[in-house]
């Protein structure tokens, strides 16, 4: 008869016979095992002080099978050979390089140690004696209490048909938001193009409305549309997404990275969206997935009794952790727009594609801003320090209080700002100030003011002004010739000081110069007059030249 094991039933049933005085041989045919297999079981059972009962009266009790089974186990088993006693020899060299590399690698190893163990006896010896490809141990988590948690996962799940534009045989792909209850098991699934925050808050939107309620927790997979950071212990949520938590009342809990077992309620719904609800589906829009995952997690999958809960979901749902949600929102949530601007040189700082002034002690910072449909606010520390109302892109919102008062005039052509600073200097500048001003285009003309302040601060107010009521006198409006007067002492009719005085004008050297001798060639001398024939007064003019004579008398007539 072939080797087969014999459960506990068996053995009870031949222990059964034999106090009941039932022969060896008759067990044996019975229960269809060997007699010498009946032989050591009745054997065992002696040790144990098992006999029959006068009458054939049955007295097993379970504590009595425990100890003939305890006894049966503890036969020593077929013996190891030599590789195991090897095995044995080398545990400390195995253990050590089985924590760094493969045990096919720890056999090669050992062969170049000249120590050969075949592969199966040294794997047997690592998964009974090191613990080798044994996992941890898998302790459930209790399920909380109904309506606290919903767990949440994203993956791709199935694609669209293609269009009538596209390329024959593709196909457009899309994700999906899948919202697990983890008490009830029920679903709701919510397709996206694109796995951002944006289309994370939409799909949680059209959850609660789905559920007709608001679970105080959401637990998350790391996702980069929610969780920036992750970490174990402290994970860091998108700034948006948990302003979106902290409007609508729940908490997030990010699982730990690379951790399944976090989440297990939605780990694998991924795979059953995606063979389930969307395979061989032919779906022609974003809008037909919708509807499509809307009604497979509320017909389909909802009205399935689930193999944990052995409920349906809908039903558990509806029942036990509906009346438990929080109130469904009423308003839609605007999602607002997180921005880190820096505030440039102008003082103004960009929030998506428009300008914002920010007072002067910001400028070169780099400010928190956050955007709404009507305001702009800007925080530095998380203070406030600015406010805007929401402009479209391409405008500038500037606030005159944030520049200074000489800045704000010209940044926004106060022209009374400037008269008014000239008045200040006195009467005749600010008369000359007016009268520049004074045109049908005054912001053209407005640094021909700046101008003449800065005479101001250059000369004083004292000579720039009896400077322009000389000009205004005589009609002359020009800051730069106003400015030759002043800088030339002329404005009283005074002369001005030497210091004053022009520089002498030196009359730099040739650049190109050069002595004679640097030259190859000589250079040529002009030829000398030729005497004339003619006339004696032509043969005395060439002759040699005069004495020179004194300015004061006359010229002598030539002698004849």
């Given at each position: 008869?072939?080797?087969r094991?014999v459960?506990?039933l068996?053995v009870?049933?031949?222990?059964r016979?034999?106090l009941?005085?039932?022969?060896?041989k008759r067990?044996?045919?019975?229960?269809q095992v060997?007699?010498?297999?009946?032989?050591?079981?009745i054997?065992?059972?002696?040790?144990?002080?098992?006999a029959?009962a006068?009458?054939?009266?049955?007295?097993?009790?379970d504590?009595?099978?425990?100890g003939?089974?305890?006894a049966l186990?503890?036969?020593?088993?077929?013996?190891?050979g030599t590789?195991?006693?090897?095995c044995?020899?080398?545990?400390?060299?195995?253990?050590k390089?089985?924590?760094?590399?493969?045990?096919s690698?720890?056999?090669?190893?050992l062969?170049?140690h000249?120590?050969e163990?075949?592969?199966?006896?040294?794997?047997?010896?690592a998964?009974?004696e090191l613990?080798?490809?044994?996992?941890?141990?898998?302790?459930?988590?209790?399920?909380?209490?109904?309506?606290?948690?919903?767990?949440?996962?994203?993956?791709?799940?199935?694609?669209?048909?293609p269009d009538l534009?596209g390329?024959?045989?593709t196909?457009?792909?899309?994700?999906?938001?899948?919202?697990?209850?983890v008490c009830?098991?029920?679903?709701?699934v919510?397709?996206a193009?694109r796995?951002?925050t944006a289309?994370a808050i939409?799909a949680?939107e059209?959850?609660w409305?789905?559920?007709?309620g608001?679970f105080p927790?959401?637990?998350?997979?790391?996702t980069?549309?929610i969780?920036?950071d992750?970490?174990?212990?402290?994970?860091?949520?998108?700034?948006v997404?948990r302003?979106?938590?902290?409007a609508?009342?729940?908490?997030?809990?990010?699982?730990?990275?690379?951790?399944?077992?976090?989440?297990?309620?939605?780990?694998?719904?991924v795979q059953?969206?995606?063979?389930?609800?969307?395979?061989a589906?032919?779906?022609q829009?974003?809008?037909d997935?919708?509807?499509?995952?809307?009604?497979?997690?509320?017909d389909?999958?909802?009205m399935?009794?689930h193999?944990?809960t052995?409920r349906r979901?809908?039903?558990?749902?509806?029942?036990?952790?509906q009346?438990?949600?929080l109130?469904?929102?009423?308003?839609p949530?605007?999602?607002?727009?997180?921005?880190?601007?820096?505030?440039?040189?102008d003082q103004?700082?960009?929030?998506?594609?428009?300008?914002?002034?920010?007072?002067l002690?910001?400028?070169?910072?780099?400010l928190?801003?956050?955007?709404d449909?009507?305001?702009v606010?800007?925080?530095?520390g998380?203070i406030l320090?600015?406010?805007?109302p929401?402009?479209p892109?391409?405008?500038?919102?500037?606030?005159?209080?944030?520049?200074?008062?000489?800045?704000?005039?010209?940044?926004?052509?106060?022209?009374d700002?400037?008269?008014h600073?000239a008045?200040?200097?006195g009467?005749?500048?600010?008369?000359?100030?007016?009268?520049?001003?004074?045109g049908p285009?005054?912001w053209?003309?407005?640094?021909?003011?700046?101008?003449?302040?800065r005479?101001?601060?250059?000369?004083g107010?004292?000579?720039?002004?009896t400077a322009?009521?000389?000009?205004?006198?005589?009609?002359?409006?020009?800051?730069?010739?106003?400015?030759?007067i002043?800088e030339s002492?002329?404005?009283?009719?005074?002369?001005?000081p030497?210091?004053?005085?022009?520089p002498a004008?030196?009359?730099?050297?040739?650049?190109y110069?050069?002595?004679a001798?640097q030259?190859?060639?000589p250079?040529?001398?002009p030829?000398?007059?030729?005497?004339s024939?003619?006339?004696?007064?032509?043969a005395?003019?060439s002759?040699?030249p005069l004495?020179?004579?004194?300015s004061?008398?006359?010229?002598?007539e030539?002698?004849?």
């Amino acid at each position: 008869m072939p080797y087969r094991e014999v459960g506990m039933l068996e053995v009870k049933e031949v222990l059964r016979l034999w106090l009941g005085g039932v022969p060896k041989k008759r067990i044996a045919a019975m229960v269809q095992v060997d007699r010498k297999t009946v032989r050591r079981y009745i054997a065992k059972a002696k040790e144990q002080g098992l006999a029959p009962a006068p009458g054939g009266v049955v007295t097993l009790t379970d504590d009595q099978l425990a100890g003939v089974l305890l006894a049966l186990k503890t036969d020593p088993g077929r013996r190891h050979g030599t590789s195991w006693e090897r095995c044995i020899e080398q545990r400390a060299f195995i253990e050590k390089h089985l924590a760094a590399a493969k045990l096919s690698k720890v056999r090669r190893l050992l062969l170049r140690h000249g120590v050969e163990i075949p592969y199966a006896t040294l794997h047997r010896f690592a998964v009974a004696e090191l613990g080798y490809g044994r996992a941890a141990a898998t302790i459930p988590v209790r399920d909380p209490e109904p309506g606290i948690e919903v767990q949440l996962d994203t993956g791709w799940v199935g694609s669209f048909a293609p269009d009538l534009f596209g390329t024959v045989g593709t196909r457009r792909r899309f994700r999906a938001w899948i919202f697990t209850a983890v008490c009830s098991r029920h679903r709701f699934v919510y397709p996206a193009q694109r796995e951002t925050t944006a289309s994370a808050i939409e799909a949680c939107e059209a959850a609660w409305e789905y559920f007709g309620g608001i679970f105080p927790v959401l637990i998350v997979d790391n996702t980069r549309a929610i969780v920036d950071d992750a970490d174990a212990l402290g994970a860091q949520i998108n700034r948006v997404f948990r302003e979106y938590s902290q409007a609508r009342g729940f908490h997030v809990d990010a699982t730990r990275t690379r951790h399944p077992r976090d989440k297990p309620r939605v780990e694998r719904a991924v795979q059953t969206v995606r063979d389930d609800c969307y395979a061989a589906e032919q779906l022609q829009s974003l809008d037909d997935a919708r509807e499509r995952g809307r009604r497979w997690g509320r017909d389909e999958y909802g009205m399935r009794r689930h193999s944990s809960t052995h409920r349906r979901p809908l039903e558990y749902f509806d029942t036990i952790e509906q009346p438990r949600l929080l109130p469904a929102p009423t308003v839609p949530y605007e999602i607002p727009l997180w921005a880190e601007p820096k505030v440039a040189r102008d003082q103004h700082a960009q929030v998506d594609r428009a300008l914002y002034s920010l007072p002067l002690e910001y400028r070169g910072k780099r400010l928190l801003a956050r955007a709404d449909r009507t305001t702009v606010r800007f925080y530095l520390g998380g203070i406030l320090v600015k406010t805007h109302p929401r402009l479209p892109p391409g405008q500038r919102s500037t606030d005159p209080a944030d520049f200074p008062p000489e800045k704000a005039a010209y940044a926004n052509r106060d022209l009374d700002f400037l008269k008014h600073q000239a008045d200040l200097h006195g009467t005749a500048i600010g008369e000359l100030a007016a009268i520049i001003l004074d045109g049908p285009l005054p912001w053209t003309r407005m640094r021909r003011v700046y101008a003449l302040l800065r005479l101001v601060q250059k000369f004083g107010s004292a000579r720039v002004n009896t400077a322009c009521r000389t000009a205004l006198a005589f009609e002359m409006y020009d800051v730069r010739r106003l400015q030759r007067i002043i800088e030339s002492g002329r404005e009283t009719g005074a002369t001005p000081p030497p210091s004053a005085a022009a520089p002498a004008t030196v009359i730099p050297i040739a650049r190109y110069l050069r002595p004679a001798g640097q030259y190859a060639l000589p250079l040529p001398t002009p030829p000398a007059p030729l005497p004339s024939t003619t006339t004696p007064s032509a043969a005395l003019l060439s002759g040699p030249p005069l004495p020179a004579v004194p300015s004061t008398t006359s010229t002598p007539e030539l002698p004849s």
